[in-house]
C-alpha cells in the first residue's frame, strides 16, 4: 500500500536558519508533490507543486526539490522567522485525470523557530 | 483573494443523528472535494465531486455520506447517521481546470456526542 513518511513529527530551529523537511514515500508514483502550510485549526493552505518532471521549485524563501528515483522530495524555508511556525504536510497528487486528483497526504512536519 | 468558505465552523450534534456540512468553493473552480483530519491524524481524501457527480471516493466515504452541490454556488456533505467516530475536522476544497492545485476551506468541527 502507499506510504509516506514525513521526517520528524517536529523540528526545532533558531531564527535565520535553513529548515528543512523532508518527504518520504513509496509504493507510488506521484505526478506531482504539493507542500502546504497548516496551523492549528485550520485548514491547510497551499504553499508549493512540483511536477514529476521538475527536479526544483522556488517561491521566494521556500525551496522544494522532487527526486522521483528516490522518492523524496526536500522542503527548505531560508532566513527563517517564528512566523514560518507551523506544521508543513506533503502531499502527493496522482492527477489520474482532471476529475480525479484525490491528494494523499503526510503527517506532517511540526516546525517550531525559535526567535 | 477568492477563498472557499465553510459552515458552521464547529457543529456538535447527538449520535445516530444527521449533520450537514456546508461549503462555498470559489467561484469559478469545476472540482470540489471534501477531506477530513481525526485530532492529531493525517488529512484524509474522502470524496471528490466534478459535473454534478462524484468522481472518486475513499473507502471512508461509504452510505452513510453524500454530496450535493443543490446551486451554483453550494457543496454540501451529509452525514445521514453520525457515529462518535465521524468527530473530526472537515475541509471542503476546490480546484479549477488542469493541473491547478487545491484550494482549502477553514474547515468544520464535527463533534458527535
Known amino acids: 500500500s502507499q506510504k509516506i513518511e514525513q521526517n520528524s513529527e517536529a523540528l526545532n530551529i533558531q531564527e535565520g536558519k535553513t529548515a528543512t523537511l523532508t518527504c518520504n514515500y513509496t509504493?507510488?508514483?506521484?505526478?506531482?508533490l504539493q507542500w502546504y502550510r497548516q496551523d492549528p485549526g485550520r485548514g491547510p493552505v497551499f504553499l508549493l507543486l512540483?511536477?514529476?518532471?521538475?527536479k526544483e521549485k522556488r517561491k521566494e524563501r521556500l525551496k522544494v526539490t522532487f527526486d522521483t528515483t528516490l522518492k523524496q522530495s526536500l522542503f527548505h524555508i531560508t532566513a527563517s522567522q517564528p512566523a514560518d511556525s507551523a506544521t508543513y504536510l506533503c502531499?502527493?497528487?496522482?492527477?489520474?485525470?482532471?476529475?480525479?486528483?484525490?491528494?494523499?497526504f503526510g503527517s506532517g512536519t511540526r516546525l517550531q523557530v525559535q526567535p | 483573494e477568492p477563498e472557499v468558505t465553510q459552515t458552521p465552523s464547529h457543529q456538535v450534534t447527538q449520535m445516530g443523528q444527521e449533520v450537514i456540512l456546508r461549503c462555498v468553493p470559489i467561484s469559478n473552480h469545476l472540482y470540489f472535494y471534501w477531506y477530513r483530519q481525526i485530532l492529531g491524524q493525517k488529512v484524509e481524501f474522502l470524496v471528490s465531486f466534478y459535473n454534478n457527480e462524484i468522481s472518486e471516493k475513499s473507502e471512508i466515504f461509504d452510505d452513510q455520506f453524500s454530496v450535493e452541490r443543490p446551486d451554483g454556488s453550494n457543496f454540501t456533505l451529509k452525514i445521514r447517521s453520525t457515529k462518535l467516530e465521524d468527530s473530526a475536522m472537515y475541509f471542503c476544497a476546490s480546484s479549477g481546470t488542469g493541473p491547478d492545485t487545491q484550494y482549502f476551506g477553514p474547515g468544520t468541527r464535527l463533534t458527535v456526542l
Open positions: 512540483i511536477r514529476e518532471n521538475e
Open positions: 502531499a502527493l497528487d496522482p492527477l489520474m485525470d482532471t476529475g480525479r486528483r484525490a491528494l494523499t
Open positions: 509504493n507510488y508514483s506521484p505526478a506531482y
